[in-house]
């Protein structure tokens, strides 16, 4: 039988708590992909902010666990000027939220949705992350 996430008594992770579970898994990434999401900053939040909520025509702002932000390395130019910095972001709560309702470990979770962002870093489509994800899963 699968153990709770979390027992009632425990408190939830806090956002210092979860930035180091993704700088953790951020770890384990192999260095040949790393060195491609160098300049990346990760950072965690409670919740995407409003204007992200709009923008994706959210439900609720549970409605996303993570967010890739910038120009991916396929649209990338030399010759454009360096202004938009690329992120990821990583929301606390809808993240504990999945977690709670799911057979994952947050660790496990945490690495899901950061490999998922960093492949939009990369250029892929959520299509295409579905597809190789699948290619991955099978025996």
Not at 4 to 29: L, M, V
Not at 103 to 120: A, K, N, P, S, Y
């Amino acid at each position: 039988m699968p153990s709770s996430p979390a027992r009632r008594d425990e408190r939830a992770p806090s956002i210092g708590e979860i930035e180091a579970i993704a700088d953790e898994a951020f770890a384990a990434i192999p260095e040949v992909l790393r060195a491609q999401v160098e300049g990346v900053v990760i950072q965690i939040h409670e919740f995407p902010d409003e204007d992200t909520i709009n923008d994706m025509e959210l439900e609720t702002p549970f409605d996303l666990l993570g967010l890739y932000s910038g120009i991916d390395l396929t649209s990338k130019s030399l010759t454009d000027p360096g202004g938009e910095i690329d992120m990821i972001f990583l929301y606390r709560r809808p993240l504990l939220d999945y977690w709670a309702e799911n057979d994952l470990t947050l660790g496990e979770l945490v690495r899901h949705v950061l490999i998922h962002e960093i492949g939009h870093h990369f250029g892929y489509s959520d299509d295409d992350m579905e597809t190789i994800e699948g290619r991955a899963e099978r025996p």
